[in-house]
């Protein structure tokens, strides 16, 4: 479809500097075909002769920006949303979650992704990284809803079932990896070095290899993890994995909270994506990721939600938000994090922590079209001082209004286009009273 938004004002993130008052966008094919001024289109320089749109979208008094990128989450565990609170981590993980997790069906998390993704992309998240089981029903909720999507099988190395749960993630990277039009990526997930020993990293990384994907795990995420990694080990999980060889290849880590100098330099220096998780790690009192320097050592830093059951939204604008203020008190510095690079951790960051880095995340042309309009003629937005700090500081969810991936419009005047939201929640409700019924 060839489409056309015009006099939206457009954030490219291809700088700070670079803002377009008012813009347009043009894309054939899912791809971005031009985006620049409006004179310039007036004046037939930008687009080939004899252009014309299929679909035009008026974008006045709306922002354009790339779609959102949601670097880590669990989505089917919006089926736990609410459900177990105000917990440590591994009494939340061993008594409440796991035990549920123990009656998931198949079916429960395509319904239960369908969820998640409704709520992102209702909210302006056009991609995202997930893991979890019976990946094959997160595939086809992928699919039939327009989203994009990095897929990864969980591995629990521990079970004493490694081999069997290795060789299905291999299947299901076979059956789906590049397919959706190329919106479903797959990568091999295990879950962290508490749960996967040495012995079966090595297995994941030589099969990772072998099928030449990356891989997704969570890294470092509290310290009662580094101390039993260190003392069952004698390292620390990052220094673990960096002997084992694991950021060799493309790396997605969650978390990575609890970080030495020298591994925040392992990290840097070996440019693996890590997951900033603010909220979740708040919740959970897991501590504080050292995301400033980080950042200040060129590392690759993307925003994510983690699951809802631990969230308890699947809302990247709350995120950011958290994560500004969060490391400005932190710090005791109110310059720590400003907006556009917020920003940029949301978009252009996670792209390139999922590997995606020359397809979404900035509106160039060539890229995959997937982008956000955001309604800006609000009180809470009004005056418009600054839109990038707006975006950052007072934005919701509820003011995206258009959603387009791939080209695709998905979600139209805050209304997702897709999928039949009332019986997704129907379905929801319905599945998740069964699962934790009697725990």
């Known amino acids: 479809m060839r489409l056309l938004i015009q006099g939206c004002a457009v954030l490219p993130m291809t700088g700070k500097e670079e803002f377009i008052p008012e813009g347009y966008i043009a894309v054939e094919d899912g791809i ?213 060889g694991l950021f060799e290849r493309p790396v997605l880590a969650a978390h990575c909270v609890h970080l030495s100098e020298e591994e925040i330099e392992i990290l840097a220096r070996r440019q693996t994506g890590i997951a900033h998780n603010p909220e979740s790690n708040m919740k959970l009192a897991s501590g504080v990721a050292p995301v400033p320097s980080l950042l200040a050592r060129g590392a690759i830093v993307g925003l994510g939600t983690d699951g809802a059951a631990s969230n308890n939204n699947l809302d990247l604008w709350g995120e950011m938000r958290a994560a500004a203020l969060l490391h400005k008190v932190i710090s005791g510095n109110p310059t720590v994090l400003p907006a556009y690079q917020v920003l940029e951790m949301a978009t252009c960051g996670g792209a390139r922590a999922l590997g995606l880095e020359g397809e979404v995340g900035r509106l160039l042309p060539g890229r995959r079209a997937d982008l956000i309009l955001v309604d800006m003629e609000h009180p809470h937005l009004c005056p418009l001082h600054d839109i990038t700090a707006h975006l950052v500081y007072s934005a919701h969810a509820t003011d995206v209004h258009t959603v387009i991936v791939d080209g695709r419009i998905v979600v139209e005047g805050g209304r997702i286009l897709t999928v039949d939201e009332d019986e997704v929640m129907h379905q929801v409700t319905r599945r998740a009273r069964r699962l934790v019924e009697g725990l």
């Open 32 to 244: 971005i075909l031009g985006v620049g001024p409006v004179e310039d289109l007036k004046k037939g320089q930008t687009l080939p002769a004899n252009w014309e749109p299929e679909r035009l979208l008026n974008g006045s008094g709306m922002v354009a920006m790339p779609g959102l990128i949601n670097a880590h989450t669990h989505a089917a565990m919006t089926l736990f949303r609410g459900y177990a609170d105000d917990m440590e981590l591994m009494p939340w993980l061993q008594e409440k979650i796991w035990p549920a997790e123990g009656r998931l069906q198949a079916e429960d998390v395509y319904w239960g992704t369908l969820l998640a993704v409704i709520e992102m992309l209702k909210s302006g998240t056009t991609c995202f990284a997930d893991m979890y089981f019976f990946m094959e029903e997160a595939a086809k909720a992928v699919e039939i809803s327009g989203i994009r999507a990095s897929l990864s099988r969980g591995l629990i190395g521990v079970s004493g079932e490694g081999d069997r749960v290795l060789d299905e993630a291999s299947e299901f990277f076979c059956a789906w990896n590049g397919k959706a039009r190329g919106r479903i990526s797959v990568w091999l997930g295990p879950h962290a070095p508490y749960t996967c020993p040495p012995a079966f990293l090595e297995r994941v990384i030589k099969r990772a290899d072998d099928l030449k994907t990356g891989i997704h795990i969570h890294l470092a995420e509290t310290k009662t993890e580094v101390e039993d990694i260190y003392l069952n080990y004698g390292e620390t999980p990052v220094k673990l994995m960096d002997k084992m």
